[in-house]
């Protein structure tokens, strides 16, 4: 619904001219420490997910109206986000597109990267959770990544998110085939009423039997029945 993909030109001198491309945001935070990549970062979230969890932390991304998001191209995304510039540059920061799911909006990220340069990093939260070639062309884009993987049981996955893991499990191997698994950080939650600490262990060694060691566990905490949100233990 929402993947956004660049138009292409032949002018009469036979260049191929990318045209800009807008996406939709639910929301810029700035001045991030720690808990989004290396440095101070600003997270970016797209608008769409092609998973539907039970406990889903920005639900909004899902709301069909599109006059609920705000528009950014490429450019304009960068002029909104260069006021960190500084931080990003002393301490080995920068962006972090999460979302909603950024990997659909690869072309978008792709563009920006090129605009921004390669002084800033560029981090990716994400489900893993979409068609291979989305991993692909960020492969030389993204610095590191942040993967949810929620649970690495098919049955747990897709109870949670209503959609299977088979497509997480290739990207998952693809990763680590291609050596990115150094540059990755999975994380595997402990949720309520769908997995337990042992499906959470289970899930830490299938993770490592694959190749990856950078694996964070933590807790998901319901706050009430109306809002759930989640809040790391470790």
Same mark, same amino acid.
């Given at each position: 619904?929402?993947?956004?993909?660049?138009?292409?030109?032949?002018?009469?001198?036979?260049v191929?001219?990318?045209?800009?491309?807008?996406?939709?945001?639910?929301?810029?935070?700035r001045?991030?420490?720690?808990?989004?990549?290396d440095?101070?970062?600003?997270?970016?979230?797209?608008?769409?997910?092609?998973?539907?969890?039970?406990?889903?932390l920005?639900?909004?991304? !899902?709301?069909?109206?599109?006059?609920?998001?705000?528009?950014?191209t490429?450019q304009?995304?960068?002029?909104?986000?260069?006021?960190?510039?500084?931080?990003?540059?002393?301490?080995?920061?920068?962006?972090?597109?999460?979302?909603?799911e950024?990997?659909?909006?690869?072309?978008?990220?792709?563009?920006?990267?090129?605009?921004?340069?390669s002084?800033?990093?560029i981090?990716?939260?994400?489900?893993?959770n979409y068609?291979?070639?989305?991993l692909?062309?960020?492969?030389n884009?993204?610095?590191d990544?942040?993967?949810?993987c929620?649970?690495?049981?098919?049955?747990?996955?897709?109870?949670?998110?209503e959609k299977?893991?088979?497509?997480l499990?290739?990207?998952?191997?693809?990763m680590?085939?291609?050596?990115?698994?150094?540059?990755?950080?999975?994380?595997?939650?402990?949720?309520?009423?769908?997995?337990?600490e042992?499906?959470?262990?289970?899930?830490?060694?299938a993770?490592?039997?694959?190749?990856?060691?950078?694996?964070?566990?933590? !807790?998901?905490?319901i706050?009430?029945?109306?809002?759930?949100?989640r809040?790391?233990?470790?």
């Amino acid at each position: 619904m929402y993947f956004c993909k660049p138009i292409c030109e032949n002018s009469d001198s036979n260049v191929i001219v990318m045209k800009p491309i807008s996406a939709p945001f639910i929301g810029i935070s700035r001045l991030r420490i720690i808990s989004d990549g290396d440095g101070v970062t600003t997270l970016v979230a797209f608008a769409g997910c092609p998973l539907h969890c039970r406990y889903c932390l920005n639900p909004q991304c !899902h709301l069909p109206d599109a006059d609920s998001f705000k528009y950014f191209t490429p450019q304009s995304l960068y002029d909104e986000v260069k006021v960190d510039n500084l931080y990003f540059m002393a301490t080995n920061g920068g962006i972090t597109f999460g979302g909603g799911e950024p990997a659909l909006h690869h072309h978008f990220i792709s563009q920006f990267r090129a605009i921004c340069g390669s002084s800033w990093k560029i981090n990716l939260e994400t489900c893993l959770n979409y068609p291979l070639s989305c991993l692909k062309s960020l492969m030389n884009i993204v610095d590191d990544y942040i993967i949810d993987c929620k649970d690495m049981n098919n049955l747990i996955y897709q109870q949670y998110t209503e959609k299977n893991n088979v497509q997480l499990l290739q990207n998952l191997k693809w990763m680590v085939a291609n050596g990115l698994g150094a540059k990755t950080k999975v994380r595997v939650p402990l949720i309520p009423d769908y997995n337990t600490e042992s499906d959470v262990k289970s899930s830490v060694k299938a993770l490592e039997s694959l190749g990856f060691t950078n694996i964070e566990t933590f !807790h998901y905490i319901i706050k009430n029945q109306q809002h759930e949100k989640r809040e790391t233990t470790m």
